[in-house]
């Protein structure tokens, strides 16, 4: 536990950090910030990067989410497309998150928080990732003020993080859930048409999870609302047929009844049942929500 100890104390003295780069980020004009990279487990070693950040990547993988909080099916997501995708080396993973979101506030956990969890599961990640692949990644950690995918891709591009002739490609690591809301007009104003997605769809790859949940349906399901698109259905609302070939699924990663969810998350947090907590979160992401005694109001 001692060791364990010393880490949640050195995440809590970052707390102040991270509250301030949230500041100046949101008074700034950049769209995109890198707040921490990882290239081993030791938190001790992290830095903030400024503005350049090691040597350039040829594949960029993007694990865009609120992490509120992260979740063994985060780890499970990014591990599997970092060790399987066929993306050429070498290799970097984003975890992004975004500061304004399309459907989500901001709540429960404050977003200083929500770095500090990111800045932990990136430490688990990079240990499980060491111990199977040479070299491991570098992991960052960033915040992004966009909340569509279609503006934050076309920022990456253009952050000096990721400069490099030719640019990284990217590969963004999404759930089927996700899949509907990039594809879905209602987001698009004034058009609400597809149009303002097209750039993303033609330059950049998605990797995509089919969900179990029963709210999804089945893989069958899934894989039809993608042939609509294919087939031309969507067309009329600026759909085109080659987007099809950006995305790619992948195996779910749980049945129907195992799945991990934030949501289950937070409500083991509320009972303060750490054994459920280590079920569903890496070990430090589990610690520290305990340590800080988040989700419990």
Request: glycine letters at 6%; aromatic letters at 8%; proline letters at 7%.
């Amino acid at each position: 536990m001692g060791e364990t100890s010393q880490v949640l104390r050195a995440m809590r003295g970052l707390l102040p950090t991270f509250e301030h780069a949230l500041s100046s980020f949101a008074a700034s004009s950049a769209n995109v910030q890198i707040v921490r990279s990882l290239r081993s487990p030791s938190i001790a070693d992290s830095i903030a990067p400024g503005t350049s950040s090691g040597p350039a990547c040829k594949t960029l993988y993007i694990l865009d989410s609120s992490f509120n909080p992260p979740s063994r099916a985060h780890g499970q997501i990014a591990a599997t497309a970092l060790q399987e995708d066929r993306g050429a080396d070498p290799k970097r993973l984003l975890l992004l998150l975004a500061t304004q979101n399309a459907d989500k506030a901001t709540s429960p956990a404050p977003f200083s928080h929500r770095l500090a969890l990111m800045t932990l599961f990136a430490s688990d990640l990079l240990e499980k990732l060491s111990s199977t692949s040479s070299p491991a990644p570098i992991i960052d950690v960033g915040i992004t003020k966009f909340p569509f995918f279609h503006d934050k891709s076309a920022a990456l591009r253009e952050s000096p993080y990721y400069k490099s002739n030719p640019p990284p490609e990217q590969v963004h690591l999404i759930g089927f859930d996700t899949v509907t809301r990039i594809l879905n007009p209602k987001y698009y104003a004034p058009s609400y048409t597809l149009a303002p997605v097209a750039e993303f769809l033609t330059k950049e790859r998605l990797r995509v999870s089919y969900r179990p949940d029963d709210g999804w349906g089945g893989k069958e399901e899934q894989d039809a609302y993608l042939r609509d698109l294919a087939e031309g259905r969507r067309e009329h609302e600026g759909g085109k047929r080659e987007w099809a070939k950006s995305f790619e699924f992948t195996e779910p990663l749980n049945s129907k009844d195992d799945v991990v969810s934030s949501t289950k998350i937070r409500e083991a947090a509320k009972r303060g049942d750490g054994k459920a907590l280590a079920n569903l979160c890496t070990k430090s992401v589990a610690d520290w929500i305990l340590y800080e005694h988040l989700y419990t109001a």
